[in-house]
C-alpha cells in the first residue's frame, strides 16, 4: 500500500511540472540605450537612472528551485504566478546618502513587489507607469527584488475583465522597462502643474505643485530650507524663457511647494506647431543643486462649452484613429522603434489625436504624441461591464482609485492628453451616469477634459463630462444621421463626437464598393462618415483603425483569423500605403484632391454550397420514398400519426434499420446544414459574439467563430456530430430508463430517436431559400420564431416516443424531462454566473444590441 502511495505521489508532482512547463516565458527586444531622449527618464547630472532589464530569474512559486534568466521585457501565459527575481548591489553611499526609487513602465496584470523578502507594494492591476521609492531600512549591498505577477482576469472586480470585447491581445508578465532610479535624501517627488492666459495669449501663469520628499527626516531629523528654482527654455536653447526662484521649509517627510511663474508671449502648441517646452525644476540647499527634474510641457487651451468647440481659441475637430498595439507581440524590433514609426505615419496621414482604445498604452507613446503634435486620448480600459457590476461599491472605488493612479502615472509624460472612463456604456442609464460622474469628478479636479464612450445614442446629460462619444459598427449612414441629430438637439453637437467608427473589410480587393465589406467598401463607408461628421459639426471622428490588430480571441465581427488578426485596420502589416482605403482617408483628412472609388457590382453572399446540399438530400429523400413502398408508408406514419408509429417500434413491428440508418443521415445532414446556414448568416453578428463572451471562455467563441466563418468544414463537423448525438440520446435515454420497470432494447429507443427527427427532413425544401430569407431583415425574426417552435415540436416528439415505447403517463415523462433539462440548463448557467458573472453580460449584450444603431 505504501508503494502505491508513494507512486501516486510521484504521478502527481510530474503532471503538476507537465502543466507548469506549459507556461512558456519569453523575453521580448530590450530598449537600447540612447534610443530617446534621457527626459523620458527623467535622467540628469543630479539624478542617476539605470535601466536593470537583464538578469533576472524566473521561476514558479509552486517550485522555486528551478528558475531560468530572462531578460525584461519578458512575458509569459497563463494563469498561474511567476515570480521575477532580481538582485543589485548596491554601495553604502547609496543606501545611506540617497534615495533609490524603483521605477516600472508597466506590468500585466497585478504584482506583488517585495525587497529582501519584505513586502512593499501591492500592485493591484493594469499596466499604467509608477514608481516606488525603497525604504531604506530594508535595503542590503546585495538587495533582491522579487515581484510576484498574476496575468489572471476576473469578471468582476479586474480592469479590464475577462469579456474584452475586441480588446488587442496583450501577454502577462513584466512587459515593460525597469528601472532604478538615484536621487539626493531631499528630492522631487512630483511636479504638476497648471496654467492660465490673459485674453489675447501674451502672457502665461503657471502654477506648480512640486513634492519634496525627505528620506532622512525620520532618521535625522534633517531640516531647513531649500530654494526651488524653475526654469523654463525651449529644446536646443540655452536662453531662459523665464526663471524664478522660490523658498520652501522643509519640515517634514513630505512636503509640497505651491511656486507661480509667469511667461510672457508664450508659443503656443497645436497639432499644426507642436512646441515643447522643457522645464527645470531645481532643489539647491546651502547653494549647492542637490536634485533636478525636467519634464516637457506643452501650452495650449482647449475649451468646450455649449457652442464652440476650440484650440487656441480657433475652432477645432478631432480627427483621430484609434491605435491598438501589442507590444507583448514584437519579437526582432523593440517598442520604442515600433511606436515612433506607427506614430509618425498616423501624424503624417492628417491626424490630430489618437485614442489609446481598450489599453494602458506605452508611456513613452503619450510623450510621443505631444512631441509629433497629436492628442493623446488615454482611459480605462472599461468596456461593456453590465449594471449590476457598476453599480457594485467595491467597482466604483477601485475605478477611483485606478483613474488616481492612472492620472498620477501618465500626467509625467504629457500635458496634450483627453482622458476617458471607459467605452461600451449603456446609454441614458442611471447606473452608468452615476459611475461615469463618479470619475469624471476625479479628471476634471486634475485639470483634463473626459470623454465616455457609448454604444447608442445618448440624450442624458451627465455631470462633468465634456464628450459624449458615439460607437458605430456598420452602421448604416441614413439611419446615424438620425439617430445623432437626436442626440445633438440635446447635448449639442460641441458634446458629441463619433469615438470609433468600425468597417471591418473580410473580402479585401473586389469589384467596387457594392460588394459589401470589401477594401472599396470600407473605404467608402470611412470616407462619408468623415462627411458626415463635419456636416453636423460634430467635436469629431475617431475611425477604427488605421492599423490592423491582434485581438484576444478569434472574433465573429472582426472576421475569423487563426492569428486572431481584426479586419478593421485600412493597412495591413505591408504598410500599403497604396490601398484604396488609406488613399482614400488621406485626402479626406488633408482635403487634397478627391480618390475615385469604383462602383463596381453587388455579390452575392450566399454560398452555392448550401443549396446543393439541401438538393442533393431532397433528392435522395424523394427516391427512397417513391420507389420504396414501406420507407413511405413509415414515413407517412411517424409524421401524421406519430403515436401509432411509436406503438409499432414498441411492439417490435418490421422497422427496417437500414431505412432508418439512411434517414438518420439524411436528418443529420438536414440539421448540420441548418445550423450551418445560420452560423455563417450570424458569422459577423456582434451579438452573437457577445454572448458566447459572456462565458469567458475563449476557446469556445474561437471554435464557434472558426465554424461560421468556414462553412464546409463547419457542415462535416456537425454532421458527424449530430450523427453522435442520435446515439448520446438513445444511450442516455437507456439509462434513464433503468429506474423503470419496462425494459426496451436500446435498438427500439435509437429507432423511436431517429425517426422523431422526422421533420427535418421537411425543413429541406426551406433550407434550400433560408439564407435568402434570412437576408430580408423583414423576415429573419419570423424565421428564427419559427425556429424555435419547431425545435419545441421535435422535443416533444422524442417524449411522445418516449412514453409510448416505455408505456407510461404521458404527463410523467413531460415533467420529469423538463425538470432534467432545467436542471441541466440551470447547473451550467449557475456554474458560469459564478465564475464568469455569465448572466449579467448576456443581460448587457442583449441591452447593448438595442441600443446600437442598425
Known amino acids: 500500500m505504501t508503494k502505491i502511495l508513494n507512486r501516486l505521489f510521484i504521478l502527481i508532482i510530474l503532471f503538476q511540472n507537465l502543466l507548469l512547463a506549459q507556461i512558456k516565458v519569453i523575453s521580448l527586444p530590450q530598449n537600447q540605450r540612447n534610443i530617446f531622449d534621457p527626459i523620458f527618464f527623467d535622467k540628469n547630472d543630479y539624478r542617476n537612472v539605470e535601466l536593470i532589464n537583464s538578469n533576472w530569474k524566473v521561476f514558479y512559486e509552486s517550485d522555486s528551485e528551478k528558475k531560468i534568466s530572462v531578460s525584461i521585457p519578458a512575458i509569459f501565459e497563463g494563469e498561474e504566478s511567476l515570480i521575477f527575481e532580481k538582485q543589485i548591489s548596491l554601495s553604502k553611499t547609496q543606501i545611506q546618502s540617497s534615495q533609490l526609487v524603483l521605477g516600472f513602465l508597466g506590468i500585466n496584470y497585478s504584482a506583488e513587489i517585495s525587497i529582501n523578502g519584505y513586502n512593499i507594494y501591492k500592485h493591484s492591476g493594469g499596466s499604467y507607469p509608477f514608481e516606488l521609492a525603497l525604504p531604506k531600512d530594508i535595503l542590503k549591498e546585495n538587495s533582491v527584488i522579487t515581484i510576484k505577477v498574476n496575468n489572471k482576469l476576473d469578471s468582476e472586480y479586474s480592469i479590464p475583465s475577462t469579456q474584452r470585447f475586441l480588446f488587442s491581445s496583450l501577454s502577462g508578465g513584466m512587459i515593460r522597462d525597469v528601472y532604478l532610479k538615484t536621487v539626493s535624501t531631499i528630492h522631487i517627488t512630483y511636479n504638476s502643474f497648471s496654467y492660465s492666459f490673459d485674453q489675447n495669449f501674451s502672457k502665461a501663469v503657471l502654477n506648480f505643485k512640486i513634492g519634496i520628499g525627505n528620506s532622512d527626516f525620520r532618521t535625522n531629523s534633517l531640516s531647513g530650507n531649500v530654494i526651488i528654482r524653475i526654469n523654463l527654455f525651449l529644446p536646443g536653447s540655452t536662453f531662459t524663457i523665464a526663471k524664478g526662484d ?275 467598401a470600407q473605404a467608402k463607408y470611412l470616407g462619408d462618415m468623415i462627411d458626415l461628421s463635419r456636416q453636423l459639426k460634430l467635436s469629431g471622428i475617431i475611425i477604427n483603425s488605421l492599423y490592423e490588430y491582434k485581438g484576444e480571441y478569434a472574433s465573429l ?167 453522435i448525438k442520435f446515439a448520446l440520446i438513445s444511450s442516455v435515454i437507456k439509462f434513464a430508463s433503468l429506474l423503470l420497470k419496462t425494459k426496451v432494447e436500446f435498438a427500439s429507443i435509437f429507432y423511436t430517436v431517429v425517426w422523431a427527427f422526422l421533420p427535418f427532413t421537411i425543413l429541406l425544401t426551406v433550407e434550400l431559400i433560408l439564407f435568402k430569407i434570412l437576408v430580408n431583415e423583414n423576415f429573419s425574426v419570423i424565421v428564427i420564431i419559427f425556429l424555435i417552435l419547431f425545435m419545441l415540436w421535435i422535443l416533444q416528439r422524442i417524449l411522445k416516443g418516449i412514453y409510448v415505447i416505455f408505456d407510461v403517463r404521458p404527463m410523467k415523462v413531460y415533467i420529469y424531462s423538463f425538470l432534467v433539462i432545467i436542471l441541466v440548463v440551470g447547473v451550467i448557467l449557475l456554474k458560469y454566473q459564478l465564475t464568469s458573472s455569465t448572466l449579467y453580460y448576456i443581460n448587457n449584450a442583449f441591452k447593448q444590441y438595442n441600443s446600437m444603431i442598425f
Open 246 to 520: 522660490f523658498v520652501q521649509v522643509i519640515s517634514q517627510e513630505d512636503n509640497e511647494a505651491t511656486c507661480r511663474l509667469e511667461i510672457n508671449n508664450p508659443q503656443l502648441w497645436s497639432p499644426q506647431t507642436p512646441i515643447n517646452y522643457l522645464c527645470d525644476v531645481s532643489l539647491i540647499r546651502n547653494g549647492q543643486i542637490i536634485d533636478k527634474s525636467i519634464k516637457q510641457i506643452a501650452f495650449y487651451q482647449l475649451r468646450k462649452d455649449e457652442t464652440t468647440f476650440t484650440l487656441n481659441r480657433n475652432p477645432f475637430t478631432i480627427q483621430g484613429t484609434t491605435y491598438l498595439f501589442d507590444e507583448t507581440s514584437l519579437r526582432r524590433t523593440n517598442a520604442y522603434n515600433k511606436i515612433r514609426d506607427d506614430l509618425l505615419l498616423i501624424k503624417n496621414t492628417g491626424f490630430n489625436a489618437v485614442r489609446f482604445s481598450k489599453q494602458y498604452p506605452n508611456p513613452y507613446a503619450v510623450k510621443l504624441c505631444q512631441e509629433l503634435g497629436l492628442f493623446a486620448m488615454i482611459e480605462l480600459p472599461i468596456n461593456s461591464v453590465p449594471e449590476e457590476i457598476l453599480s457594485h461599491n467595491d467597482f466604483q472605488l477601485k475605478a477611483v482609485q485606478l483613474t488616481k493612479n492612472f492620472l498620477s502615472g501618465y500626467s509625467e509624460y504629457s500635458n496634450t492628453i483627453i482622458v476617458g472612463v471607459g467605452s461600451s456604456f449603456l446609454p441614458n442609464s442611471e447606473i452608468s451616469s452615476n459611475f461615469i460622474s463618479s470619475q469624471t469628478s476625479t479628471i476634471k479636479g486634475k485639470g483634463f477634459l473626459s470623454y465616455a464612450s457609448f454604444v447608442g445614442i445618448q440624450i442624458t446629460q451627465i455631470q462633468d463630462l465634456d464628450f459624449y462619444g458615439i460607437e458605430l459598427y456598420s452602421s448604416p449612414i441614413d439611419e446615424i444621421k438620425d439617430q445623432l441629430q437626436k442626440s445633438i438637439d440635446t447635448l449639442g453637437k460641441n458634446s458629441i463626437f463619433i469615438s470609433e467608427v468600425s468597417y471591418p473589410n473580410y473580402k479585401g480587393s473586389a469589384s467596387g464598393y457594392l460588394t459589401k465589406y470589401s477594401s472599396d
Open 557 to 723: 465581427y472582426g472576421g475569423y483569423s487563426e492569428n486572431y488578426i481584426y479586419k478593421f485596420g485600412l493597412l495591413d502589416k505591408s504598410r500599403d500605403l497604396n490601398s484604396i482605403g488609406y488613399k482614400v482617408l488621406a485626402a479626406k483628412l488633408s482635403g487634397n484632391s478627391k480618390v475615385t472609388i469604383p462602383i463596381g457590382t453587388r455579390k452575392d453572399d450566399n454560398p452555392i454550397i448550401f443549396i446543393i446540399i439541401a438538393l442533393l438530400l431532397s433528392i435522395i429523400m424523394a427516391v427512397l420514398i417513391n420507389t420504396k413502398k414501406k420507407f413511405r408508408e413509415d414515413c407517412t406514419r411517424a409524421l401524421l400519426r406519430p403515436y401509432n408509429f411509436f406503438a409499432d417500434v414498441r411492439d417490435h413491428r418490421i422497422i427496417s434499420g437500414v431505412h432508418t440508418a439512411i434517414l438518420m443521415l439524411i436528418q443529420a445532414g438536414s440539421v448540420s446544414l441548418l445550423m450551418t446556414i445560420l452560423l455563417y448568416f450570424y458569422k459577423s453578428n456582434i451579438l452573437l459574439e457577445k454572448i458566447v463572451l459572456s462565458f469567458g471562455n475563449h476557446n469556445l467563441l474561437k471554435f464557434v467563430s472558426f465554424l461560421s466563418w468556414n462553412p464546409l468544414v463547419c457542415f462535416a463537423l456537425l454532421f458527424v456530430l449530430i450523427i
